[in-house]
């Protein structure tokens, strides 16, 4: 009986697990879908500006402003998918070479250096967002917060990202690789 119970336990964790993973899945294919959806507006609005320049000899000059947050709306967006699919550059070769335990506790460690650095960036993102609510951006007049809101929105999502691998590496011993 204690048998199945261990196995009913199991089977509800995996579940769970699989739940999390499908909406933490999703979360990151959202981020991705909105860069792509805002690199789309980047490449549009840099035709305008060249549109402008050189057919109605008119720069518009609220182009580069607006380009500058896009593009770090996209790379922030970006940089928080590809640490929920593991797609970062990293050095693994010296991790792997090391036994099993020692390989287990440099995955731990580089899960941990990972969160800290999420919660780094959502803290100084968000401070950054409080000390720069009256600032405008020039040429387009929205608050300089705008240009921080990304960092802060990252932040949290790397964290979540990671503190999903971290108990998925716990609980099962190894991490979903996309």
Same mark, same amino acid.
């Given at each position: 009986?204690?048998?199945?119970?261990?196995?009913?336990?199991?089977? #509800?964790?995996? #579940?769970?697990?699989?739940?999390?993973?499908?909406?933490?899945?999703?979360?990151?294919?959202?981020?991705?879908?909105?860069?792509?959806?805002?690199?789309?507006?980047?490449?549009? &609005?840099?035709?305008?500006?060249?549109? +402008?320049?050189?057919?109605? %000899? %008119?720069? !518009?000059?609220?182009? #580069?402003?607006?380009?500058?947050?896009?593009?770090?709306?996209?790379?922030?967006?970006?940089?928080?998918?590809?640490?929920? *699919?593991?797609?970062?550059? %990293?050095?693994?070769? &010296?991790? #792997?070479?090391?036994?099993?335990?020692?390989?287990?506790?440099? *995955?731990?460690?580089?899960? $941990?250096? &990972?969160?800290?650095?999420? +919660?780094?960036?959502?803290?100084?993102?968000?401070?950054?967002?409080?000390? %720069?609510?009256?600032?405008?951006? !020039?040429? &387009?007049?929205?608050?300089?917060?705008?240009?921080?809101? !990304?960092?802060?929105?990252? +932040?949290?999502?790397?964290?979540?990202?990671?503190?999903?691998?971290?108990?998925?590496? $716990?609980?099962?011993?190894?991490?979903?690789?996309?």
């Amino acid at each position: 009986m204690s048998i199945e119970l261990e196995s009913s336990v199991d089977k #509800e964790d995996a #579940e769970h697990s699989g739940s999390l993973n499908r909406i933490l899945d999703s979360v990151a294919s959202l981020c991705l879908l909105v860069a792509g959806v805002l690199l789309v507006a980047l490449i549009a &609005i840099f035709g305008w500006l060249v549109f +402008g320049r050189y057919v109605l %000899n %008119n720069t !518009p000059t609220w182009v #580069e402003q607006a380009s500058l947050v896009l593009v770090v709306y996209i790379t922030c967006l970006g940089a928080a998918a590809g640490v929920r *699919h593991h797609s970062h550059l %990293n050095i693994d070769f &010296i991790r #792997e070479s090391f036994s099993g335990s020692l390989r287990s506790l440099m *995955h731990h460690l580089a899960d $941990l250096f &990972i969160l800290s650095f999420g +919660g780094f960036m959502a803290f100084q993102g968000w401070t950054l967002v409080m000390s %720069n609510l009256n600032r405008a951006i !020039p040429m &387009i007049g929205l608050s300089e917060s705008w240009r921080a809101a !990304p960092l802060v929105i990252c +932040g949290v999502l790397i964290m979540l990202f990671s503190a999903s691998d971290i108990t998925q590496r $716990l609980m099962t011993r190894k991490v979903k690789r996309v």
